[in-house]
């Protein structure tokens, strides 16, 4: 009987030894599953590489690599008793993308084309600043000059009022403010 005591513990022993292992590489694997799942909801992983899987009693660490898109991130997750406890995730990395370029251009263009717009409007207020004719209505001129001028046809302004009047309309709010101000 002892011939046969010896082969069977020791085939009982690999039974367990065995059963054990295969418990542990499912759990393992599970947790594996877990981590996955885990960085596809909140990062939007695709496929996963490197994986490693290393444990103690129910808590399992999952470290390795997540792809999305062609770029890869490395992710550090922790399950316990058959749930994500904790996931750190480095973010994924900057893309270098074409279209940045188009956009500079046209911010560079739209920032071009806004300060011609105000070089013009710029332009044309001095323009027309210079349309007064100072020979006669600068008021601020102290000298023997005449107290009154005309700008355009039918329009007489006052210096001493510092107001313009219209031929048969009075007062022109248009032309006081071109003359005077």
């Given at each position: ?27 393992s ?14 990062h ?28 890869n991130a ?70 023997n ?33 071109r003359?005077?101000?």
């Open positions: 009987m002892n011939r046969w005591l010896l082969p069977l513990v020791t085939g009982l022993l690999a039974l367990v030894i065995v059963a054990e292992d295969a418990s542990a590489s499912r759990a694997r599970d947790a594996e599953y877990e981590c996955e799942e885990a960085m596809e909801r909140r939007d992983a695709e496929r996963f590489h490197g994986l490693t899987v290393s444990h103690r009693g129910n808590d399992y660490k999952v470290t390795g690599y997540a792809e999305r898109d062609g770029d490395w992710f550090e997750c922790w399950v316990d008793n058959g749930r994500v406890e904790d996931l750190e995730f480095n973010g994924w990395p900057t893309r270098y993308d074409d279209d940045d370029d188009d956009d500079k251009a046209k911010k560079v263009a739209a920032g071009v084309a806004a300060i011609a717009v105000i070089a013009a409007i710029a332009s044309a207020k001095k323009s027309h600043d210079n349309d007064h004719d100072y020979d006669h209505n600068d008021y601020r001129d102290h000298d000059r005449s107290s009154t001028w005309s700008p355009a046809r039918g329009v007489t302004c006052y210096r001493n009022t510092r107001q313009c009047y219209e031929s048969g309309h009075g007062y022109s709010a248009y032309w006081t403010n003359e005077f101000h």
